[in-house]
Protein backbone atom coordinates (compact mmCIF):
# COMPACT_ATOMS: atom_id res chain seq x y z
CA UNK A 1 0.00 0.00 0.00
CA UNK A 2 1.57 3.23 -0.75
CA UNK A 3 1.64 6.49 1.69
CA UNK A 4 1.04 10.01 1.65
CA UNK A 5 2.92 13.15 3.21
CA UNK A 6 1.24 16.00 2.94
CA UNK A 7 4.49 18.51 2.73
CA UNK A 8 2.49 21.56 2.06
CA UNK A 9 2.29 23.74 5.42
CA UNK A 10 -0.41 26.00 4.39
CA UNK A 11 -2.99 22.90 3.70
CA UNK A 12 -4.95 21.84 6.57
CA UNK A 13 -4.26 18.06 6.68
CA UNK A 14 -7.66 17.07 8.05
CA UNK A 15 -9.20 18.55 5.23
CA UNK A 16 -7.21 17.01 2.92
CA UNK A 17 -7.40 13.55 1.50
CA UNK A 18 -6.41 10.62 -1.03
CA UNK A 19 -9.33 9.54 -3.53
CA UNK A 20 -8.67 6.30 -5.96
CA UNK A 21 -10.00 6.70 -9.29
CA UNK A 22 -12.00 3.82 -8.72
CA UNK A 23 -13.74 5.02 -5.95
CA UNK A 24 -15.41 8.04 -8.51
CA UNK A 25 -19.17 7.90 -8.59
CA UNK A 26 -20.26 9.73 -11.62
CA UNK A 27 -19.22 13.24 -9.92
CA UNK A 28 -15.94 14.66 -8.70
CA UNK A 29 -16.92 16.83 -5.48
CA UNK A 30 -14.33 17.11 -2.68
CA UNK A 31 -17.49 18.43 -0.42
CA UNK A 32 -18.67 15.15 -1.48
CA UNK A 33 -16.14 12.35 -0.98
CA UNK A 34 -14.81 13.97 2.25
CA UNK A 35 -18.80 13.39 3.92
CA UNK A 36 -19.16 10.25 2.43
CA UNK A 37 -15.46 9.48 3.96
CA UNK A 38 -15.65 10.88 7.29
CA UNK A 39 -18.74 11.40 8.04
CA UNK A 40 -20.56 8.23 8.09
CA UNK A 41 -23.91 7.65 8.90
CA UNK A 42 -24.27 4.36 11.49
CA UNK A 43 -27.92 3.83 12.43
CA UNK A 44 -29.66 2.48 15.42
CA UNK A 45 -32.22 0.99 13.36
CA UNK A 46 -32.56 -0.65 9.42
CA UNK A 47 -32.41 1.64 7.31
CA UNK A 48 -34.37 2.16 3.67
CA UNK A 49 -33.06 4.85 0.59
CA UNK A 50 -35.45 7.61 0.04
CA UNK A 51 -36.23 5.80 -3.48
CA UNK A 52 -37.39 2.93 -1.71
CA UNK A 53 -40.00 4.74 1.15
CA UNK A 54 -40.88 8.32 -0.92
CA UNK A 55 -42.41 8.70 -3.94
CA UNK A 56 -41.80 12.69 -5.41
CA UNK A 57 -43.12 14.89 -7.73
CA UNK A 58 -42.49 18.84 -8.92
CA UNK A 59 -44.49 21.43 -9.41
CA UNK A 60 -44.52 24.60 -12.07
CA UNK A 61 -45.19 28.28 -12.30
CA UNK A 62 -48.90 29.56 -13.95
CA UNK A 63 -48.40 32.29 -16.97
CA UNK A 64 -48.16 34.88 -14.78
CA UNK A 65 -49.06 37.51 -17.52
CA UNK A 66 -52.67 35.70 -17.16
CA UNK A 67 -54.30 37.82 -14.42
CA UNK A 68 -56.99 34.40 -14.64
CA UNK A 69 -54.83 31.97 -12.88
CA UNK A 70 -53.68 34.58 -9.97
CA UNK A 71 -54.68 35.89 -6.78
CA UNK A 72 -57.26 33.02 -6.38
CA UNK A 73 -57.63 31.19 -2.99
CA UNK A 74 -55.41 28.32 -3.68
CA UNK A 75 -51.80 28.23 -1.71
CA UNK A 76 -48.93 28.08 -4.36
CA UNK A 77 -45.36 27.85 -2.64
CA UNK A 78 -42.36 28.92 -3.05
CA UNK A 79 -39.02 28.58 -1.73
CA UNK A 80 -39.77 31.63 0.02
CA UNK A 81 -42.80 30.03 1.92
CA UNK A 82 -39.85 27.55 3.35
CA UNK A 83 -39.18 29.54 6.34
CA UNK A 84 -41.41 27.57 9.27
CA UNK A 85 -41.34 23.56 10.22
CA UNK A 86 -45.55 23.84 9.64
CA UNK A 87 -46.56 25.47 6.16
CA UNK A 88 -49.92 26.86 6.83
CA UNK A 89 -50.02 29.76 4.21
CA UNK A 90 -48.27 31.01 1.17
CA UNK A 91 -47.67 34.47 -0.22
CA UNK A 92 -49.08 33.72 -3.36
CA UNK A 93 -52.61 32.47 -4.69
CA UNK A 94 -53.77 31.00 -7.60
CA UNK A 95 -56.86 29.68 -8.85
CA UNK A 96 -58.09 26.27 -10.12
CA UNK A 97 -57.70 27.67 -13.51
CA UNK A 98 -54.28 28.42 -12.79
CA UNK A 99 -53.78 24.98 -11.79
CA UNK A 100 -55.63 23.14 -14.68
CA UNK A 101 -53.63 25.13 -17.05
CA UNK A 102 -49.88 24.73 -15.54
CA UNK A 103 -47.37 22.35 -14.43
CA UNK A 104 -47.90 22.69 -10.71
CA UNK A 105 -49.23 20.35 -8.64
CA UNK A 106 -51.27 19.91 -5.55
CA UNK A 107 -49.89 18.53 -2.33
CA UNK A 108 -52.59 17.57 0.03
CA UNK A 109 -52.38 18.35 3.87
CA UNK A 110 -49.58 16.46 5.87
CA UNK A 111 -47.68 16.30 2.70
CA UNK A 112 -43.39 16.98 3.28
CA UNK A 113 -42.26 19.90 0.65
CA UNK A 114 -38.73 20.25 0.16
CA UNK A 115 -36.63 23.00 -1.83
CA UNK A 116 -34.78 21.39 -4.30
CA UNK A 117 -33.58 24.58 -6.26
CA UNK A 118 -32.29 27.54 -4.32
CA UNK A 119 -29.15 29.31 -3.65
CA UNK A 120 -30.39 28.93 -0.40
CA UNK A 121 -28.97 24.91 -0.43
CA UNK A 122 -25.66 26.57 0.31
CA UNK A 123 -26.28 26.44 3.75
CA UNK A 124 -29.45 25.51 4.36
CA UNK A 125 -32.31 22.51 3.58
CA UNK A 126 -35.68 23.55 3.81
CA UNK A 127 -38.33 21.40 4.51
CA UNK A 128 -42.08 21.88 5.68
CA UNK A 129 -45.01 19.89 6.73
CA UNK A 130 -48.36 21.04 4.92
CA UNK A 131 -50.96 22.13 7.01
CA UNK A 132 -52.91 23.15 4.33
CA UNK A 133 -53.52 21.74 0.93
CA UNK A 134 -51.34 24.09 -2.01
CA UNK A 135 -49.72 23.94 -4.99
CA UNK A 136 -45.86 24.13 -5.77
CA UNK A 137 -43.94 25.62 -7.96
CA UNK A 138 -40.70 24.06 -9.99
CA UNK A 139 -38.28 24.81 -7.41
CA UNK A 140 -40.01 22.56 -4.76
CA UNK A 141 -40.67 18.87 -4.16
CA UNK A 142 -43.56 17.12 -2.86
CA UNK A 143 -42.59 14.05 -0.70
CA UNK A 144 -44.69 11.34 -0.21
CA UNK A 145 -43.55 8.56 2.09
CA UNK A 146 -44.95 5.32 1.73
CA UNK A 147 -46.63 3.24 5.30
CA UNK A 148 -44.86 2.90 8.21
CA UNK A 149 -42.92 6.66 7.77
CA UNK A 150 -44.47 9.39 9.28
CA UNK A 151 -44.22 12.66 7.10
CA UNK A 152 -43.52 14.94 10.40
CA UNK A 153 -40.23 12.04 11.36
CA UNK A 154 -39.21 12.39 7.45
CA UNK A 155 -39.40 16.14 7.56
CA UNK A 156 -37.58 15.96 11.37
CA UNK A 157 -34.63 13.48 10.10
CA UNK A 158 -33.82 15.79 6.87
CA UNK A 159 -33.66 18.95 9.27
CA UNK A 160 -31.85 17.28 12.10
CA UNK A 161 -29.13 16.31 10.01
CA UNK A 162 -29.08 18.84 7.44
CA UNK A 163 -25.96 20.05 7.48
CA UNK A 164 -24.55 16.09 6.76
CA UNK A 165 -26.98 15.74 4.15
CA UNK A 166 -26.57 18.72 2.26
CA UNK A 167 -23.03 18.17 1.14
CA UNK A 168 -24.17 14.63 -0.49
CA UNK A 169 -27.14 15.84 -2.48
CA UNK A 170 -26.39 19.29 -3.29
CA UNK A 171 -24.85 19.82 -6.87
CA UNK A 172 -22.78 23.52 -7.57
CA UNK A 173 -23.18 25.37 -10.69
CA UNK A 174 -22.41 28.80 -11.74
CA UNK A 175 -26.36 30.14 -11.48
CA UNK A 176 -27.79 28.06 -8.45
CA UNK A 177 -27.36 25.42 -6.62
CA UNK A 178 -29.65 22.34 -6.64
CA UNK A 179 -30.31 18.40 -5.62
CA UNK A 180 -29.37 15.81 -7.48
CA UNK A 181 -31.97 13.44 -7.46
CA UNK A 182 -30.29 10.81 -8.15
CA UNK A 183 -27.85 11.16 -5.00
CA UNK A 184 -30.80 12.39 -2.63
CA UNK A 185 -32.85 9.11 -3.66
CA UNK A 186 -29.54 7.06 -2.89
CA UNK A 187 -29.65 8.82 0.95
CA UNK A 188 -30.53 6.29 3.69
CA UNK A 189 -32.92 6.73 6.41
CA UNK A 190 -33.47 4.78 9.24
CA UNK A 191 -37.17 3.19 9.95
CA UNK A 192 -37.76 2.92 13.34
CA UNK A 193 -40.95 1.91 14.98
CA UNK A 194 -44.23 4.34 14.75
CA UNK A 195 -43.83 4.52 18.39
CA UNK A 196 -40.03 5.74 17.98
CA UNK A 197 -40.84 8.27 15.46
CA UNK A 198 -43.58 9.90 17.51
CA UNK A 199 -41.18 9.66 20.74
CA UNK A 200 -38.53 11.97 17.90
CA UNK A 201 -41.96 13.98 16.81
CA UNK A 202 -42.78 15.08 20.19
CA UNK A 203 -39.16 16.40 21.00
CA UNK A 204 -39.42 18.11 17.84
CA UNK A 205 -42.72 19.76 18.84
CA UNK A 206 -41.52 20.74 22.05
CA UNK A 207 -38.61 22.82 20.91
CA UNK A 208 -41.17 24.13 17.83
CA UNK A 209 -43.22 25.51 20.87
CA UNK A 210 -40.77 27.64 22.85
CA UNK A 211 -38.91 28.63 19.23
CA UNK A 212 -42.63 30.27 18.75
CA UNK A 213 -42.60 31.76 22.28
CA UNK A 214 -39.24 33.19 22.05
CA UNK A 215 -40.13 35.00 18.60
CA UNK A 216 -43.14 35.88 19.48
CA UNK A 217 -41.11 37.63 22.92
CA UNK A 218 -38.77 38.96 20.34
CA UNK A 219 -40.62 40.49 17.69
CA UNK A 220 -42.38 41.92 20.40
CA UNK A 221 -39.30 43.93 21.84
CA UNK A 222 -37.95 44.16 19.00
CA UNK A 223 -40.81 46.30 17.91
CA UNK A 224 -41.13 48.41 21.14
CA UNK A 225 -37.48 50.03 19.96
CA UNK A 226 -39.12 52.45 17.23
CA UNK A 227 -41.65 53.57 19.78
CA UNK A 228 -39.46 53.81 22.18
CA UNK A 229 -36.71 56.16 20.52
CA UNK A 230 -39.90 58.49 19.05
CA UNK A 231 -41.52 58.94 22.10
CA UNK A 232 -38.06 59.97 23.57
CA UNK A 233 -38.13 62.72 21.28
CA UNK A 234 -41.45 63.84 21.44
CA UNK A 235 -41.62 62.78 17.50
CA UNK A 236 -45.76 61.62 17.16
CA UNK A 237 -46.33 59.89 14.18
CA UNK A 238 -49.63 60.86 12.15
CA UNK A 239 -52.16 58.12 10.97
CA UNK A 240 -51.94 56.64 7.77
CA UNK A 241 -54.56 58.14 5.58
CA UNK A 242 -57.14 55.70 3.51
CA UNK A 243 -55.15 54.64 0.19
CA UNK A 244 -57.64 56.46 -2.29
CA UNK A 245 -57.26 58.71 -5.08
CA UNK A 246 -58.46 61.81 -3.09
CA UNK A 247 -55.81 61.20 -0.35
CA UNK A 248 -53.23 60.21 -3.05
CA UNK A 249 -52.95 63.65 -4.63
CA UNK A 250 -51.55 66.51 -3.45
CA UNK A 251 -49.86 69.90 -4.53
CA UNK A 252 -46.27 71.37 -4.02
CA UNK A 253 -44.68 74.63 -4.60
CA UNK A 254 -42.71 75.01 -7.65
CA UNK A 255 -39.84 76.58 -5.49
CA UNK A 256 -39.66 73.31 -3.28
CA UNK A 257 -39.07 71.38 -6.47
CA UNK A 258 -36.77 73.90 -8.44
CA UNK A 259 -33.08 72.62 -8.74
CA UNK A 260 -34.16 69.10 -7.85
CA UNK A 261 -35.85 66.37 -8.67
CA UNK A 262 -39.53 65.74 -9.01
CA UNK A 263 -40.63 62.12 -7.27
CA UNK A 264 -44.26 62.18 -6.07
CA UNK A 265 -42.80 59.89 -3.45
CA UNK A 266 -40.75 62.52 -2.07
CA UNK A 267 -43.69 64.59 -1.57
CA UNK A 268 -46.61 63.07 -1.05
CA UNK A 269 -49.03 63.55 1.56
CA UNK A 270 -47.22 60.77 4.16
CA UNK A 271 -44.14 61.57 3.64
CA UNK A 272 -44.46 65.02 4.20
CA UNK A 273 -46.71 64.54 7.30
CA UNK A 274 -44.25 62.52 8.96
CA UNK A 275 -41.15 65.07 8.22
CA UNK A 276 -43.92 66.90 9.62
CA UNK A 277 -43.95 65.62 13.04
CA UNK A 278 -39.80 64.60 13.49
CA UNK A 279 -39.55 68.67 12.32
CA UNK A 280 -41.81 69.62 15.14
CA UNK A 281 -39.15 67.51 17.62
CA UNK A 282 -37.96 70.23 20.53
CA UNK A 283 -34.62 69.56 19.90
CA UNK A 284 -31.88 71.15 17.25
CA UNK A 285 -32.29 69.59 13.96
CA UNK A 286 -29.24 70.04 11.65
CA UNK A 287 -28.80 68.18 8.47
CA UNK A 288 -27.02 64.57 8.65
CA UNK A 289 -24.75 65.95 5.81
CA UNK A 290 -23.79 68.74 9.32
CA UNK A 291 -22.45 66.02 11.45
CA UNK A 292 -20.35 63.97 8.59
CA UNK A 293 -16.80 63.73 8.87
CA UNK A 294 -15.90 61.13 6.53
CA UNK A 295 -17.86 59.57 3.45
CA UNK A 296 -16.77 57.26 1.14
CA UNK A 297 -18.15 54.63 -1.40
CA UNK A 298 -16.84 50.69 -1.02
CA UNK A 299 -15.14 48.37 -3.13
CA UNK A 300 -16.13 44.98 -4.55
CA UNK A 301 -12.09 44.01 -4.97
CA UNK A 302 -10.97 40.98 -7.06
CA UNK A 303 -11.51 37.52 -6.47
CA UNK A 304 -9.62 36.16 -3.53
CA UNK A 305 -8.19 32.99 -5.60
CA UNK A 306 -6.62 35.36 -7.91
CA UNK A 307 -3.05 35.38 -8.03
CA UNK A 308 -2.43 39.27 -7.12
CA UNK A 309 0.42 41.24 -5.72
CA UNK A 310 0.85 41.91 -2.17
CA UNK A 311 -0.65 44.89 -1.90
CA UNK A 312 -4.08 43.33 -1.74
CA UNK A 313 -5.35 42.56 1.23
CA UNK A 314 -7.69 39.59 1.93
CA UNK A 315 -11.40 41.03 3.63
CA UNK A 316 -14.87 40.07 5.00
CA UNK A 317 -16.63 42.60 1.88
CA UNK A 318 -19.96 43.36 3.89
CA UNK A 319 -22.59 43.26 1.30
CA UNK A 320 -26.37 44.44 1.38
CA UNK A 321 -26.98 40.02 2.27
CA UNK A 322 -25.08 41.25 5.89
CA UNK A 323 -27.66 43.85 6.57
CA UNK A 324 -29.77 42.15 9.73
CA UNK A 325 -33.30 43.46 9.56
CA UNK A 326 -33.57 43.48 12.98
CA UNK A 327 -29.98 43.61 14.65
CA UNK A 328 -26.96 44.98 12.92
CA UNK A 329 -24.71 42.99 10.89
CA UNK A 330 -25.26 38.93 10.43
CA UNK A 331 -21.29 37.88 9.96
CA UNK A 332 -21.63 34.60 11.92
CA UNK A 333 -23.33 32.79 8.64
CA UNK A 334 -21.42 30.45 5.75
CA UNK A 335 -22.69 32.91 2.98
CA UNK A 336 -20.20 35.93 3.90
CA UNK A 337 -17.92 36.71 1.29
CA UNK A 338 -13.78 37.15 1.21
CA UNK A 339 -12.35 39.30 -1.53
CA UNK A 340 -9.01 40.76 -1.89
CA UNK A 341 -8.85 44.64 -1.32
CA UNK A 342 -6.37 46.64 -2.61
CA UNK A 343 -4.05 47.99 0.61
CA UNK A 344 -4.32 51.35 -0.62
CA UNK A 345 -7.97 51.53 -1.15
CA UNK A 346 -8.66 50.07 2.42
CA UNK A 347 -6.50 52.93 3.70
CA UNK A 348 -8.35 56.16 2.19
CA UNK A 349 -12.35 54.18 3.49
CA UNK A 350 -10.13 54.03 6.42
CA UNK A 351 -12.51 51.74 8.54
CA UNK A 352 -12.89 52.31 12.45
CA UNK A 353 -15.05 51.84 15.10
CA UNK A 354 -18.28 53.47 15.22
CA UNK A 355 -18.59 54.05 11.66
CA UNK A 356 -21.86 53.72 10.04
CA UNK A 357 -22.44 51.84 6.63
CA UNK A 358 -25.38 52.50 4.59
CA UNK A 359 -27.07 50.14 2.10
CA UNK A 360 -27.59 52.54 -0.86
CA UNK A 361 -28.45 50.12 -3.50
CA UNK A 362 -30.10 46.70 -4.53
CA UNK A 363 -33.27 46.07 -2.49
CA UNK A 364 -36.58 44.66 -3.71
CA UNK A 365 -39.81 45.23 -4.12
CA UNK A 366 -40.66 44.80 -0.34
CA UNK A 367 -37.45 45.31 1.03
CA UNK A 368 -36.38 48.93 0.17
CA UNK A 369 -32.56 50.63 0.27
CA UNK A 370 -31.47 52.76 2.93
CA UNK A 371 -30.88 49.73 5.54
CA UNK A 372 -28.04 50.96 8.29
CA UNK A 373 -25.18 49.38 10.22
CA UNK A 374 -22.90 50.11 13.10
CA UNK A 375 -19.04 48.97 12.65
CA UNK A 376 -18.71 47.69 16.12
CA UNK A 377 -15.36 46.70 18.00
CA UNK A 378 -16.22 43.08 17.90
CA UNK A 379 -16.45 42.86 14.43
CA UNK A 380 -13.33 44.81 14.14
CA UNK A 381 -11.34 42.75 16.07
CA UNK A 382 -12.39 39.39 14.77
CA UNK A 383 -12.36 40.51 11.06
CA UNK A 384 -10.42 42.45 8.28
CA UNK A 385 -13.17 44.64 7.10
CA UNK A 386 -14.36 45.63 3.98
CA UNK A 387 -17.65 46.89 1.87
CA UNK A 388 -19.01 46.47 -1.59
CA UNK A 389 -20.01 49.44 -4.10
CA UNK A 390 -23.22 49.06 -3.31
CA UNK A 391 -22.28 49.81 0.27
CA UNK A 392 -21.58 53.80 1.56
CA UNK A 393 -19.85 54.99 4.87
CA UNK A 394 -20.03 57.86 7.08
CA UNK A 395 -17.92 58.69 9.80
CA UNK A 396 -19.81 61.35 12.42
CA UNK A 397 -18.55 64.25 14.86
CA UNK A 398 -18.92 62.60 17.76
CA UNK A 399 -18.76 66.02 19.63
CA UNK A 400 -22.00 66.72 18.22
CA UNK A 401 -23.44 63.34 17.86
CA UNK A 402 -23.29 59.54 19.38
CA UNK A 403 -22.76 57.34 16.75
CA UNK A 404 -24.72 54.64 18.26
CA UNK A 405 -27.80 57.01 18.68
CA UNK A 406 -27.82 57.87 15.15
CA UNK A 407 -27.48 54.52 14.47
CA UNK A 408 -30.92 53.52 16.18
CA UNK A 409 -32.40 56.75 14.54
CA UNK A 410 -31.79 56.01 10.78
CA UNK A 411 -32.81 52.51 11.48
CA UNK A 412 -36.38 53.74 12.53
CA UNK A 413 -36.59 55.97 9.45
CA UNK A 414 -35.82 53.51 7.23
CA UNK A 415 -38.62 51.19 9.86
CA UNK A 416 -41.31 54.10 9.82
CA UNK A 417 -40.49 54.01 5.95
CA UNK A 418 -39.13 57.89 4.98
CA UNK A 419 -36.09 55.93 3.26
CA UNK A 420 -38.74 54.92 0.81
CA UNK A 421 -39.07 58.55 -0.74
CA UNK A 422 -34.76 59.27 -0.88
CA UNK A 423 -34.82 56.28 -3.66
CA UNK A 424 -35.09 55.54 -6.83
CA UNK A 425 -35.64 52.43 -8.64
CA UNK A 426 -34.26 51.52 -12.59
CA UNK A 427 -34.80 48.19 -13.97
CA UNK A 428 -35.73 46.61 -10.72
CA UNK A 429 -32.60 47.54 -8.66
CA UNK A 430 -33.46 50.06 -6.02
CA UNK A 431 -31.03 53.49 -5.62
CA UNK A 432 -30.68 55.64 -2.23
CA UNK A 433 -30.50 59.05 -3.76
CA UNK A 434 -27.91 60.25 -1.53
CA UNK A 435 -27.73 63.35 -1.93
CA UNK A 436 -31.53 63.45 -0.11
CA UNK A 437 -30.55 61.05 2.69
CA UNK A 438 -28.02 63.29 3.78
CA UNK A 439 -30.19 66.54 3.42
CA UNK A 440 -32.77 64.65 5.91
CA UNK A 441 -32.86 66.29 9.53
CA UNK A 442 -31.47 64.44 12.54
CA UNK A 443 -33.24 65.54 15.78
CA UNK A 444 -30.15 66.05 18.26
CA UNK A 445 -30.83 66.21 22.24
CA UNK A 446 -28.13 66.43 24.24
CA UNK A 447 -25.03 64.24 24.12
CA UNK A 448 -25.88 62.28 27.29
CA UNK A 449 -29.60 62.05 26.80
CA UNK A 450 -28.08 60.51 23.45
CA UNK A 451 -25.80 58.04 24.91
CA UNK A 452 -29.03 56.95 27.37
CA UNK A 453 -31.65 56.05 23.87
CA UNK A 454 -28.79 54.34 22.93
CA UNK A 455 -27.98 52.30 25.92
CA UNK A 456 -31.58 51.62 26.24
CA UNK A 457 -32.21 50.47 22.72
CA UNK A 458 -28.93 48.13 23.13
CA UNK A 459 -30.24 46.78 26.17
CA UNK A 460 -33.56 45.60 24.32
CA UNK A 461 -31.53 44.61 21.70
CA UNK A 462 -29.33 42.32 23.99
CA UNK A 463 -32.99 40.59 25.56
CA UNK A 464 -33.73 39.93 22.17
CA UNK A 465 -30.71 38.23 21.22
CA UNK A 466 -30.35 36.27 24.33
CA UNK A 467 -34.01 34.53 23.78
CA UNK A 468 -32.32 34.05 20.05
CA UNK A 469 -29.49 31.94 21.80
CA UNK A 470 -32.05 30.41 23.73
CA UNK A 471 -34.20 28.93 20.24
CA UNK A 472 -30.78 27.79 19.15
CA UNK A 473 -29.85 26.01 21.78
CA UNK A 474 -33.08 24.31 22.47
CA UNK A 475 -32.43 23.32 18.76
CA UNK A 476 -28.86 21.86 19.52
CA UNK A 477 -30.64 20.33 22.40
CA UNK A 478 -33.74 18.51 20.31
CA UNK A 479 -30.99 17.80 18.11
CA UNK A 480 -28.72 15.84 20.13
CA UNK A 481 -31.77 14.16 21.86
CA UNK A 482 -32.61 12.84 18.06
CA UNK A 483 -29.45 11.58 17.03
CA UNK A 484 -29.02 9.53 20.04
CA UNK A 485 -31.97 7.61 19.34
CA UNK A 486 -31.41 7.33 15.64
CA UNK A 487 -27.65 6.64 15.85
CA UNK A 488 -25.18 3.75 16.72
Known sequence: MSTYTISNTKLNPNRVFILQKSELEKRFDPAYYYELRNNKFEFAYSSKTISRIVKSYSGGTPNKSNIAYWNGNICWASPKDMKDFYLSDTQDKITFAGVKNSSTKIAPIGSVLIVFRSGILQHTLPVSVTKVESSINQDLKVLVPSKGLLPEYLAIFLKTFEKRILPRIVKHSTTVQSINQEDFNRLSIPIPKIEIQKIIIGIYKTY?????????????????????????????????????????????????????????KLYDNTTQAIRNAIEKANFDKPKLKELVTSSIAGDWGKDENENLADNFKRCLVIRATEFDNLYNLNLDNSRVKYRLINSGKLDRIDIQENDLLIEKSGGSP????????????????????????????????NSK???????????????????????????????????NYFNQIIPLPKIDKQKEIANHISEIRKQAQKLKNQTAEALKSASNEIEKILLN
Open 401 to 435: INSEYLFCFLKTVHNIKLTDAMQSQTNGIRNLIMS
Open 366 to 397: DQPVGRISILTNDILKTHQIGYSNFIHKIRVD
Open 208 to 264: LIQKKQNEAETEKLLASIDDYLLGELGIKLPELPENNLENRMFTVSLKEISGGRFDP
